[in-house]
């Protein structure tokens, strides 16, 4: 016993405490148990980690049997392999360095506990879905993330925008979740069990006439559930809205860990998803798209956390992509650099928020290098990264992803250079509009405390230097490297792509300011679709919402809920009525009648048992 | 030869929690003359006190599992499980009345007393394995609980509720204990396990029909104290007159230990003829969910309501019965403990929000306690979604297993109308619902007064059995699983 | 041997007839064979005893029920010990503790008892 369950344990104490006592506590006692709790979390993970050696087998721990019903037993299982283990270092590391950035972005903000609480009841979700060792407890930490994310993006509740995010999310990702249960419930007839060490060895050795069918359609439905946690066509909707929760939100749940979730249980699944090809390809090209859609969305964006966001999901269409081409280890490489990058942009962004007293568009900043330059260079090392040049992380993991794309299919590999491109100039786009030129606000920013800082300083590094660890290799053992050797053409050409990103957006931003407006205009139209998202919100709007709703209120409130089932219940409530007055009735409170019930109830009995030898 | 007429050790650690139970009731009894008034509640301390260390001999006695005294009571797991059901009452009951005995009437010392020797007798009733000690055993229980009922004797509702109670209880008594005198006649024995061996035995057996007659005298006495239908007719006056912690503990000890006797006496030693009682059971089982869910529905009284959703909940025990099987043991007894927990519970708010004199035990009173204390309120709404059966709660695997049990042995139109009466049930609890958290606040919410301590511990702990059994029932199922093969 | 159950109780039943039948006997004869006079004298309550004063129905003191109850338990109790005492010899230790386990207990109620007030027959009302 190496006692895992302290990992998740800690976090959720945390909570506990915060949530029930933090309301009466001082800011420093909350901080104290929020960051304190997710530090010791990080601090077991990392004596876990060191005194489990080699991990060459899962380390796995059953606490007790959860549920026990015919033929399905599940445990409440934690387990360590070198898979969780990444994972684990990066939820609890990049978590604890947020938790930290809170403490000071949040000291002006009311409910101050209840966001803490909320987070570190984050941590253990998220710790109970990476360290499960079977797909309903994955399951439990899954909706709980939902459920803390849901929370979180509503945390300013009294904006009406806030609150219609929130329920956007939830909903949304509701969809996806659907796709998860019914994929357990067919795992559940197909194998009999939900334990990965069950399901997995099965699924190896299934003839393939078999796996075509049943494991196609779990694998598929399984991928339902990852494009929703992880915002991929067509359910990517939710996380450029999400962005109304605190910007520490958005980098901890909606840029490193939560929605990279989809992507690790395509990876943790990946023993069913090689065994069915047919659901690769649909995984591959759905995360191309989106990167592709995504990054052409975030062309055009002035909102500061927007133009993250579907960075946001771009980058999760990569990833996507990686674990579709079978690449599971670039993805999961991607994943780690990312959250590195990503939370950094976004911890960034949520600095300049800070300064500016809350001011998100691009178009009211400019000249900010000068006003808090430690910002602008923390920024700077991430839009490095993110953009591939080497040898910072962004350039590893992303080239990884390209080779192996190019492996499986040119073409995939073409989209994606022209995809880092696009992500190149939309991020320095940013990083010129808010830093460069003229102040276009009429803010007085000033530079963030410490406690923000700090953290944006040591992200900083990891994102600069996060490449040199070596995580694909590390996963061997779980993913047999493709056959993919590096092709010194292929990464010069990906890496000229995100240095012609950069360059365009110095030349429109600022060489020649002018031009970005003058070609907006010119594409006109298409510039406009773009602008708008595709209009995808409003398609959805459109074609499911308003049918839905006006549907229900047509047919399933007036029609159904109204006519029939009010009518039924109401008939049925009118008898139940007059058969409770029928038997109060023989409630008469007289003593002698009791008695004569009783007195006829044992002669029934006795008529029944004795004489006439039951009913039968 | 008379050296050996000493039990055995083994034998006195068998009924351990019984000499432990007697020695503190009694304890409580002598000292209660003893102390001054304003030291009496400490007598509460040593009933809890005595119950804890009761518990505890429940687990010594469940080291020394088999038969003691000539087989007159057995250690299995089946009574492990119901002695320690029934203290754990014990316990939540104490907690309760504390504070409450000390509102209504300030010398207390019988009452803990009392509640001891009730327990006492059902811990009995759990290992009894041979008629008679059932026959003491639920004597023991039930005289005690009557003069509990009646405990507040300057009080006319309790004085109502105790005379009815004994009055039909002593009949219904008599009806057990002549089947008793018509089975030892027909088999020769007393001994549950002897009776199954004589009944299934072909050229030993008595005819049917006197082994009927007894099984149909004993049903009827069993019935009465499980409050099944058509027995069922003195339970809602008298859990509405009684003190509301008695309630709460004979709804809950009593009652479970009722079915530990009937299922022992049912499922061994009548085993044999099972073809004869089970269409009587399942006949008891559907009238009575049919009228105490029914019956449930028109009352404003919140103790009566209880009541009636008592007997409701002993119709779903009776489907487990009727089910005849292992599993079906295992899902009655997994549904008594939680039902105790919930019903405790539900019990225990109605104690604390009634007040001096059980002035507010209407169900509108409750208006708006959501708001006024919302701890509470939060409790006593898990108590009430564990009794309709949501998930996440005691009350639905309690339902779920009945209901599985149930299919499993074919009966399916029980299951469908089980099911039914469940959907009908979640009204009259969700009223109580809307009535606390929708409605404005009423004289009774605003005067509501802090909630003792006594009674928060029994609240909280009743919540955490409810959501213990909800979220992890394999804790308690595999237990009774394990247990529900009896001696046969 | 009786062959069936019915038949062993035959001798029962025949007793059940034989006891009904000589007590129905006895009211028979004496509805028969009596003679009817009907005089005050001969309605009288006590017929040649005191003349009862006032109603029967009076409150009694309930100290009086306790008494009656007290009583009737010690009496149980003492009677216990006679079949004790045949074979005392023959049970020996085991009897005597588990007699003294018995007579114990029944001291600790009737201490219960005094302290009580039951035994106490003054008017003030008794202590605690």
Sequence with gaps: MRHLWLIPALPFA????????????????????????????????????????????????????????????????????RLTAVMLLVVTGVGLLIHIYSTGYMAHEGGYYRFFAYM??????????????????????????????????????????????????????????????LAMFLMVVQFGTLDFAGIYPAAAEMPAEQTAGILTAIALLLFVGATGKSAQLPLYVWLPDAMEGPTPVSALIHAATMVTAGVYMVARSSALFLQAPLAMDVVAIVGLLTAV???????????????????????????????GVGAFGAGIFHLMTHAFFKALLFLGAGSVIHALSGEQDLRAMGGLRKKIPLTFATLLCAAVAIAGVPPFSGFFSKDEILLAAHHHAPW????????????????????????????????????????????????????????????????????????AHHDFALVAVSVGAGLLGIGLAWLFYVSKPGLADSAAARLGALYRLVYNKYFVDEIYDATVVRPLIGGSRAVLWRGVDAGVIDGAVNGIAQRSRDLGILLRMFQSGNIRSYAAWVLLGSVFVLAVLGVMGGLR | MPASLFPPYEDLLRILPEIVLTIAGTLVMVLEPALRPERKRLLGGIAIAGLLVALWGTAVANLFRGPAFHQMVVVDGFATFFRALVIVVGILAVLCSIHYLQRERPDSGEYYA???????????????????????????????????????????????????????????????????????????TTNLVEIRRVLSTPELAPPRFLVGVSAALMFVGFAFKVSAAPFQVWAPDVYQGAPAPVTAFMSAGPKAAAFAIFLRVYMTAFEPISNRWEPVVWLSALATMFVGNFAALLQNNIKRLLAYSSIAHAGYVMVAVSAHSEIGTAAAMFYLAAYAFMNVGAFAVVTHFARQGEKYVDVDDLAGLGHRQPVTAALFSIFLLSLI??????????????FKAALEAKLYWLTVIGLLNSAVAAYYYLRILVVMYFHEPGEAAQTVSPVAPGVKIALWASAAGTLLLGIFPSVILDFADRSAALMK | MPSSYPEQYFPIVLQIAIAM?????????????????????????????????????????????????????????????????????????????????????????????????VLDWSEEPPRS
């Design chain 1, 412 to 483: 995939m590999y073409w989209v994606g250079v022209i995809t880092a491109a696009m992500t190149a100039f939309y991020v320095f786009r940013a990083i010129f509009m808010a830093f460069f030129g003229d102040s276009r606000g009429h803010h007085h920013p000033h530079e963030s405390p410490p406690s923000m800082i700090l953290p944006l300083a040591v992200l900083a590094l990891l994102s600069l230097a996060g490449g040199f660890i070596p995580v694909p290799r590390f996963l061997e053992p779980l993913f047999p490297a493709e056959g």
């Design chain 1, 14 to 81: 945390g909570f506990l405490l915060n949530g029930i006592f933090g309301r009466r506590a001082s800011k420093a006692v909350v901080n104290a148990i929020a960051v304190g709790s997710v530090a010791l979390s990080f601090l077991w993970v990392v004596k876990t980690l060191l005194s489990l050696g080699g991990m060459e087998t899962p380390h796995a721990e059953r606490y007790f049997t959860w549920i026990e019903s015919g033929i399905l037993n599940v445990g409440f299982e934690l387990a360590v392999d």
């Design chain 1, 120 to 181: 570190n009841l984050f941590m253990f979700f998220m710790l109970i879905l990476v360290m499960a060792n079977n797909y309903l407890l994955m399951f439990v930490g899954w909706e709980g993330v939902g459920l803390c994310s849901y929370l979180l993006i509503g945390f300013f509740f009294l904006r009406r925008s806030a609150s219609t995010a929130a329920n956007k999310a939830f909903i949304v990702n509701r969809i996806g979740d659907f796709g998860f249960a």
């Design chain 1, 293 to 323: 859609m995504a990054a052409t969305i975030g062309l055009t964006q002035f909102d500061i956390k927007k133009v993250f966001a579907y960075s946001t999901v771009s980058q999760l269409g990569y990833m996507v992509l990686a674990v």
């Design chain 2, 114 to 188: 009392l509640v001891l020797f009730s327990v006492v007798g059902q811990s009995v009733m759990a290992a009894a394995n041979e008629l008679i000690m059932i026959f003491i055993g639920l004597e023991i229980s039930s005289i005690a609980t009557y003069v509990l009922a009646g405990y507040l004797r300057d009080d006319r509702r309790n004085n109502e509720s105790a005379i009815k109670y004994f009055l039909l209880g002593s009949f219904a008594t008599a009806f057990l204990l002549y089947g008793i005198a018509w089975i030892y006649g027909a088999a020769g």
């Design chain 2, 389 to 402: 059966g949501i998930p996440l709660t005691g009350g639905f695997f309690g339902k779920f297993y009945i």
């Design chain 3, 21 to 117: 039948a000589i007590a129905g006997a006895m009211v028979a004869a004496s509805y028969l064979l009596g003679k009817r006079v009907r005089n005050p004298v001969k309605d009288s309550a006590y017929e040649s005893g005191m003349v009862p004063v006032g109603t029967a129905r009076e409150r009694f003191s309930v100290k009086f029920y306790l008494v009656a109850m007290i009583f009737i338990l010690f009496d149980v109790e003492v009677v216990f010990l006679y079949p004790w005492a045949v074979v005392y010899r023959d049970l020996g230790l085991y009897g005597f503790l588990v007699m003294f386990l018995f007579f114990d207990l029944v001291l600790w109620g009737f201490y219960y008892m005094w302290k009580k007030g």
